[in-house]
């Protein structure tokens, strides 16, 4: 199992490689000029010119990059053009905000999913199980920032219960403006789940060993329990763990919507004002994390399957 | 109580897409105390189903029992709830499927999926006394306790096979459902296996029904025969004579389609056609598009059951009060 999660520690160098290149190339290739962005409209051409020199700007893009992977490989993501601050440090500074928001939307998604996936499985093709089909595809279909507009309108503007954006001060405030967000991502991540937990458990429910269960007698809360739901878990972890790390890199737009002082909003700041070396470190720094997200669900899959936990000793 | 089980009557139907399924039509059949049956079908007769409506494990949707009933100790089961089946299955009667590679749990240890079967029919055990049992049943069945701990995949065919039939027996059920328990096994592990099940019946005076297409393994084990064919029982009698003197024609093509040892025979020979499909039986007689002997009548009468003496009992328009009818052969 260690020799396993090693060798998939060292699997990440090859796709950090790649995602920074990739991110590199296209942030080289697009339109907009960092110097010119830096000094604004109204500098000089000379300034403009001296400050893309100092800065490396006419180099090759290949010798950029080899530059700036030399930096991160001493630990050093570089600085932000615009802030003149530490990129690592500007990231691990809005990361756990992006953490708290992704856990607690894929809690949301969670409680919802599961639950009625599990319903409409053993009520197949009731109306719990076409209402939970036809609300699941809504919820899919739907949106985010759609969705999260409506819950600000509903929820702060008329309601005023909720704050519509930022986040609060304190665990109390903290939370209720977390709530909203929450909520907006969870929405579409719990019909995904839901869908997969239905399918799943379906597939389990026609197993000959619940047969057997049933023949033992067994109560069938009971057997939905052990002998259906473990067995279905390995797709549903799957899906988690997709969706996880999807809320992870993708909060953006939710981010955006309720001022939330995450990563994926910084990320798109840094964009829109071309803050190459911030746009780099924050995907590269998602990229690790999405990439660990996968390891832990592989690892969770060898505790919910014996027979995959076999396979990893080899 | 002579009978442990009787069946009565029992319809089961299928409804699906393609229409509906007519698995099991009005079979009677008694069980006796402590007796053993051989329930003997091709592929699709309707054997698992019968199994399956006794233990009320047949799901809806798609399937039901429409009518009938099956006594069992004077009780029927039919009009029982699921919670009061809660407390037949597994203790009462227990059942051993077809394929063991698909019949455990895989996700579960073994130990532990015997263990279910005590804790939930045994409530004056405490956990140590569970345990106990458990590893019990597994040196019954001739597996090292130690491995109780293990998951399935860590077992072979037969192996898996014993530990269903630990499952199966933990209870002391007083009757016993195998539903071809060795067709998915090697026939060294099959002799293994049903040799397990003969010695614990011994043991354990329990009643089996057993469900196989070999008719070798009938003769081993069972004291009566009944013999299925779409979805009826069309002879049933104590296995000589079913075996010996078999009245029904599909019987005797059974009979006819095995190779014997002290004859010489050039070609086999099987009873032409195919089983009907069960969702577009046959009016009348359901053999009578197989039957060398059928008349016109076979194909709109329903064959009444004929008691040929002795519980004999075969359905088939060739015996009528007993007797044979004179079929110009």
């Known amino acids: 199992m260690y020799k396993y999660v090693l060798k998939r520690l060292l699997m990440m160098i090859p796709v950090l490689i790649g995602v920074s290149f990739l991110v590199f190339f296209i942030l080289a290739v697009s339109p907009g000029d960092p110097a010119r962005m830096i000094l604004g409209e109204q500098a000089t051409q000379e300034s403009v010119d001296a400050l893309r020199d100092e800065m490396g700007l006419d180099d090759p893009v290949l010798v950029r990059y080899a530059h700036y992977m030399g930096d991160v490989l001493h630990g050093d993501l570089g600085t932000s053009y615009k802030t003149k601050l530490d990129v690592l440090m500007q990231v691990l500074d809005r990361f756990p905000n992006t953490l708290i928001l992704s856990v607690a939307g894929i809690l949301v998604a969670l409680v919802i999913g599961v639950p009625i996936g599990i319903l409409s499985a053993k009520r197949q093709y009731s109306w719990v199980d076409n209402l939970t089909t036809v609300l699941g595809l809504v919820g899919v279909a739907m949106p985010n920032f759609w969705l999260g507009l409506l819950l600000v309108m509903l929820f702060s503007l008329h309601l005023g219960w909720l704050p519509s954006s930022g986040m609060g001060e304190g665990l109390v405030p903290m939370i209720k403006s977390l709530i909203l967000p929450a909520l907006t991502l969870g929405t579409g991540c719990a019909a995904s789940i839901m869908r997969m937990t239905r399918s799943s458990m379906l597939e389990a429910m026609r197993q000959d060993y619940i047969d057997t269960a049933r023949s033992k007698g067994l109560k069938e809360s009971y057997i939905t329990k052990y002998h259906m739901f473990k067995n279905a878990l390995i797709p549903i972890i799957t899906v988690i763990g997709l969706q996880f790390g999807m809320l992870l890199g993708g909060a953006a737009l939710t981010e955006t919507i309720f001022a939330w002082p995450g990563l994926g909003r910084f990320m798109i700041e840094s964009i829109k004002s071309k803050d190459m070396p911030m746009v780099l470190g924050s995907a590269m720094f998602l990229a690790v994390m999405y990439s660990v997200v996968n390891l832990i669900v592989d690892i969770l899959y060898a505790y919910a399957d014996p027979r995959i936990k076999a396979q990893y000793k080899h | 109580m002579d009978n442990i089980l009787e069946i009565k009557d029992l319809v089961v139907r299928y409804e699906t897409e393609d229409g509906l399924v007519k698995a099991v039509n009005s079979v009677n059949l008694a069980l006796k105390q402590g007796a053993s049956v051989g329930l003997v079908g091709?592929?699709?007769?309707?054997?698992?189903?019968?199994?399956?409506?006794?233990?009320?494990?047949?799901?809806?949707?798609?399937?039901?029992?429409?009518?009938?009933?099956?006594?069992?100790?004077?009780?029927?089961?039919?009009?029982?709830?699921?919670?009061?089946?809660?407390?037949?299955?597994?203790?009462?009667?227990?059942?051993?499927?077809?394929?063991?590679?698909?019949?455990?749990?895989?996700?579960?240890?073994?130990?532990?999926?015997?263990?279910?079967?005590?804790?939930?029919?045994?409530?004056?055990?405490?956990?140590?006394?569970?345990?106990?049992?458990?590893?019990?049943?597994?040196?019954?069945?001739?597996?090292?306790?130690?491995?109780?701990?293990?998951?399935?995949?860590?077992?072979?065919?037969?192996?898996?096979?014993?530990?269903?039939?630990?499952?199966?027996?933990?209870?002391?059920?007083?009757?016993?459902?195998?539903?071809?328990?060795?067709?998915?096994?090697?026939?060294?592990?099959?002799?293994?296996?049903?040799?397990?099940?003969?010695?614990?019946?011994?043991?354990?005076?329990?009643?089996?029904?057993?469900?196989?297409?070999?008719?070798?393994?009938?003769?081993?084990?069972?004291?009566?025969?009944?013999?299925?064919?779409?979805?009826?029982?069309?002879?049933?009698?104590?296995?000589?004579?079913?075996?010996?003197?078999?009245?029904?024609?599909?019987?005797?093509?059974?009979?006819?389609?095995?190779?014997?040892?002290?004859?010489?025979?050039?070609?086999?020979?099987?009873?032409?056609?195919?089983?009907?499909?069960?969702?577009?039986?046959?009016?009348?007689?359901?053999?009578?598009?197989?039957?060398?002997?059928?008349?016109?009548?076979?194909?709109?009468?329903?064959?009444?059951?004929?008691?040929?003496?002795?519980?004999?009992?075969?359905?088939?328009?060739?015996?009528s009060g007993g007797k044979p009818i004179q079929s110009g052969e």
């Not at chain 2, 006794?54 to 709830?81: A, H, N, Y």
């Not at chain 2, 779409?230 to 002879?235: F, K, L």
């Not at chain 2, 029904?248 to 006819?256: A, E, I, N, R, V």
């Not at chain 2, 032409?272 to 002997?293: I, T, V």
């Open chain 2, 42 to 319: 091709e592929t699709g007769a309707g054997k698992t189903t019968l199994a399956k409506s006794v233990m009320r494990l047949i799901q809806w949707p798609p399937g039901r029992i429409i009518s009938g009933e099956i006594l069992f100790e004077g009780k029927d089961l039919v009009s029982l709830t699921q919670e009061q089946m809660y407390n037949i299955r597994g203790k009462e009667i227990s059942m051993i499927f077809q394929d063991p590679m698909t019949a455990l749990n895989p996700v579960m240890t073994v130990g532990k999926q015997i263990a279910e079967v005590i804790g939930v029919h045994e409530a004056h055990l405490d956990e140590e006394g569970t345990k106990k049992k458990m590893e019990e049943m597994l040196q019954m069945v001739g597996i090292d306790p130690q491995r109780a701990e293990e998951y399935p995949h860590q077992f072979s065919g037969g192996m898996k096979q014993r530990v269903v039939i630990a499952i199966a027996l933990a209870c002391n059920p007083k009757l016993l459902i195998a539903d071809e328990p060795t067709t998915a096994l090697d026939v060294t592990i099959q002799a293994q296996v049903l040799e397990l099940i003969r010695n614990l019946r011994d043991k354990l005076g329990t009643s089996l029904l057993l469900i196989t297409h070999d008719l070798g393994v009938v003769a081993q084990n069972c004291e009566y025969v009944a013999i299925m064919y779409a979805g009826e029982i069309v002879e049933y009698g104590e296995l000589r004579d079913v075996f010996h003197r078999g009245a029904h024609p599909y019987t005797k093509g059974l009979f006819d389609s095995i190779p014997k040892l002290t004859e010489k025979v050039d070609r086999l020979r099987p009873i032409e056609g195919m089983m009907p499909d069960p969702a577009n039986l046959p009016e009348g007689c359901k053999f009578h598009p197989r039957c060398q002997y059928a008349t016109p009548e076979c194909g709109q009468v329903q064959p009444p059951e004929v008691d040929l003496g002795g519980g004999h009992i075969v359905r088939c328009m060739r015996y």
